[in-house]
T-cell receptor, first 115, second 113 residues
Framework: GAGVSQSPRYKVAKRGQDVALRCDPI?????LFWYQQALGQGPEFLTY????????KSGLPSDRFFAERPEGSVSTLKIQRTQQEDSAVYLC?????????????FGPGTRLLVL | GDSVTQMEGPVTLSEEAFLTINCTYT??????LFWYVQYPGEGLQLLLK?????DKGSNKGFEATYRKETTSFHLEKGSVQVSDSAVYFC????????????FGKGTLLTVNP
């Protein structure tokens, strides 16, 4: 079946612009995660949804970052007033039920470059 | 907090050589452990996992054993191929309010023919 998809794949933004990144998880997956991956680093957790509820947003680096999943499927990560330090690959992952040891399935990522 | 430390790369091997990538962790409770792989131009995908002490995960000739006493989950393969060239990430999830993954920095493996 279809995997996790993300759009756009690449985004160039001028500093100060707002951007919106979309994630389509695997159909039926309850849990959805966003991660940020800086160049040469491992992914770092940003936020977690269980269905439409955002249960953990402890990894969001500032109040310029906002995520939503209003109907419990598609999710959007929004970054307001982008800064150069926001340049990174943003990864979305989904898992079936969010239980212990469960595999997370990753999308291809959105590469954001802020000029 | 939780953390993962893995062998820094890059690692360059000849085809059919033996591979070890070291991974150690710090976590509360009893984490699940994972190796993810990122092939050139592709997204992260699960390579193998283990959910309790002494479990061995295996896939595509790769193996890793969950060692609680040494808090380690080293990745091994007896004979690497050119197609194994990729970035390998060790990760853990330890529960709490969710099972988010904590990743190491990744190890770039290049296998030459």
């Amino acid at each position: 079946g279809a995997g996790v998809s993300q759009s756009p794949r690449y985004k160039v933004a001028k500093r100060g612009q707002d951007v919106a990144l979309r994630c389509d998880p695997i159909s039926g997956h309850v849990s959805l995660f966003w991660y940020q991956q800086a160049l040469g680093q491992g992914p770092e957790f940003l936020t977690y949804f269980q269905n439409e509820a955002q249960l953990d947003k402890s990894g969001l680096p500032s109040d310029r970052f906002f995520a939503e999943r209003p109907e419990g499927s598609v999710s959007t990560l929004k970054i307001q007033r982008t800064q150069q330090e926001d340049s990174a690959v943003y990864l979305c992952a989904s898992s079936l039920a969010g239980t212990r040891g469960e595999t997370q399935y990753f999308g291809p990522g959105t590469r954001l470059l802020v000029l | 907090g939780d953390s993962v430390t893995q062998m820094e790369g890059p690692v360059t091997l000849s085809e059919e050589a033996f591979l070890t990538i070291n991974c150690t962790y710090t976590a509360t409770g009893y984490p699940s452990l994972f190796w993810y792989v990122q092939y050139p131009g592709e997204g992260l995908q699960l390579l193998l996992k283990a959910t309790k002490a002494d479990d061995k995960g295996s896939n595509k000739g790769f193996e890793a054993t969950y060692r609680k006493e040494t808090t380690s989950f080293h990745l091994e393969k007896g004979s690497v191929q050119v197609s194994d060239s990729a970035v390998y990430f060790c990760a853990l999830s330890s529960g709490g309010s969710n099972y988010k993954l904590t990743f190491g920095k990744g190890t770039l493996l290049t296998v030459n023919p």
